[in-house]
């Protein structure tokens, strides 16, 4: 009976620990008629806690974690309204979080292209990591679907690029969710400025 009783408290103690809608995975969106621009903010959200919360090397709050624009998995080089939207509400979740964010736009080490935001998949990850005295780097892509967007986050540590932690959602793809994406046409991609 004691042994069952410690187990108990275990349990509960440790589930206690992280955030009740903590979860690796998003759940599908329900049926009815739910627009992106509803499910954005809350998916980023639980994206940024299940990549602290599960990340395999324990994050220091007063070292900085660098957060870059996500960008389309078929044009690296680029990014969209959508990627930057996206990056900005990831790097105010881990502020919130209490962790150290770097905001990139306001340094001079790493170049900002304009209108394409804070771009980190590249070799020169460590470089620019380091440059920011980063401890990590949240960066990632999405995929353009024909109703869905596919998004794919990971928390790369600064030094080596290797996953600390990676998690994924999906969003239903609405006019309002369009409007924020580049456009592809016969000629390569049309970025939305």
């Known amino acids: 009976m004691y042994k069952f009783a410690v187990s108990a408290f275990l349990s509960l103690g440790i589930s206690a620990c992280a955030p009740e809608y903590f979860n690796v995975y998003s759940e599908p969106a329900p049926e009815h008629s739910v627009t992106s621009s509803d499910k954005l903010l809350p998916e980023v959200y639980n994206a940024a806690d299940t990549l602290v919360y599960s990340s395999n090397q324990p994050l220091d709050r007063n070292a900085s974690v660098l957060v870059a624009s996500i960008v389309n998995v078929d044009a690296l080089e680029t990014s969209s309204t959508f990627g930057r939207t996206v990056g900005e509400q990831l790097s105010g979740r881990i502020a919130q979080l209490g962790y150290a964010v770097s905001e990139v736009k306001m340094r001079d080490s790493l170049a900002v292209r ?5 771009l980190m998949l590249s070799r020169d990850l460590a470089f620019l990591a380091g440059r920011q005295d980063a401890q990590a780097v949240l960066t990632g892509t999405y995929s353009v679907g024909v109703d869905t967007v596919y998004v794919n986050l990971k928390l790369l540590r600064a030094g080596d690029g290797r996953i600390l ?27 939305v400025q």
């Open 165 to 191: 932690s990676a998690t994924d959602f999906k969003l239903p793809l609405d006019p309002d969710l369009d409007a924020m994406l580049p456009k592809q046409t016969e000629g390569g991609w049309v970025l």
């Open 114 to 118: 304009p209108a394409q935001g804070e």
